[in-house]
């Protein structure tokens, strides 16, 4: 059974920086890309960023690009997301999501149960 | 970058009814559109991928048509438990673009 755990949220000020991370297990995490997609209160899904299954190939949406980096050990059959310089607007709930194959572009059929985030003084 | 717009933003269907969510790509994006459902205080879970292929274990009163610009979801027959949000996402290229959303709810 594909299981994908995220932590790592919580409350951080404006600029400061936050780690999350996504403990997957159920299937061969070195063969499958992930990607951490976002949900403002209210609000739709936003794509945040994609990791091929590798890890040598990296996109980021431009929202996050230059403040964020997606990262994956598997080792440790982990992903991460370093978050840097956080604004008020990337509060949100983030979620770990495994793609549907190694190929970085192509749709997630699996999703954790998400970990919030909060940026606020 | 190309951006995808969903319509209605919602609607409202009695059961038994007939849905049609559309999706329209800015650009073309051959086939590669995924469709999927949040239902309230949950995480989405993917119903279509490729336009049209049915995700394993999802009803097959859902089906998915398009290519190129123009998608959509429809539901043959509205259920109770089919109350949800529902997302298209393209995947030709990143970035990974969501479309809006469309809120299903019963009539």
């Known amino acids: 059974e594909v299981q994908l755990v995220e932590s790592g949220g919580g409350l951080v000020e404006p600029g400061g920086s936050l780690s999350l991370s996504c403990a997957a297990s159920g299937f061969i995490f070195s063969s499958y890309a992930m990607s951490w997609v976002r949900q403002a209160p209210g609000k739709g899904l936003e794509w945040v960023s994609s990791i091929s299954g590798g890890g040598n190939i990296t996109y980021y949406a431009d929202s996050v690009k230059g403040r964020f980096t997606i990262s994956r050990d598997t080792s440790k059959n982990t992903l991460y997301l370093q978050m840097n310089t956080l604004r008020a607007e990337d509060t949100a709930v983030y979620y770990c999501s495994k793609v549907r194959s190694e190929v970085v572009v192509a749709a997630s059929n699996y999703w954790g149960q998400g970990t919030p985030v909060t940026v606020s003084s | 970058d190309i951006q995808m717009t969903q319509s209605p933003s919602s609607l409202s269907a009695s059961v038994g009814d007939r849905v049609t969510i559309t999706c329209r790509a800015s650009q073309g994006i051959s086939n590669y559109l995924a469709w999927y459902q949040q239902k309230p205080g949950k995480v989405p879970k993917l119903l279509i991928y490729?336009?049209?292929t049915l995700q394993s274990g999802v009803p097959s009163r859902f089906s998915g048509s398009g290519s190129g610009t123009d998608f959509t979801l429809t539901i043959s027959s509205l259920q109770p438990e089919d109350v949800a949000s529902y997302y298209c996402?393209?995947?030709?290229?990143?970035?990974?673009?969501f479309g809006g959303g469309t809120k299903v709810e019963i009539k």
């Open positions: 996402q393209k995947y030709n290229t990143a970035p990974l673009t």
């Open positions: 490729g336009a049209s």
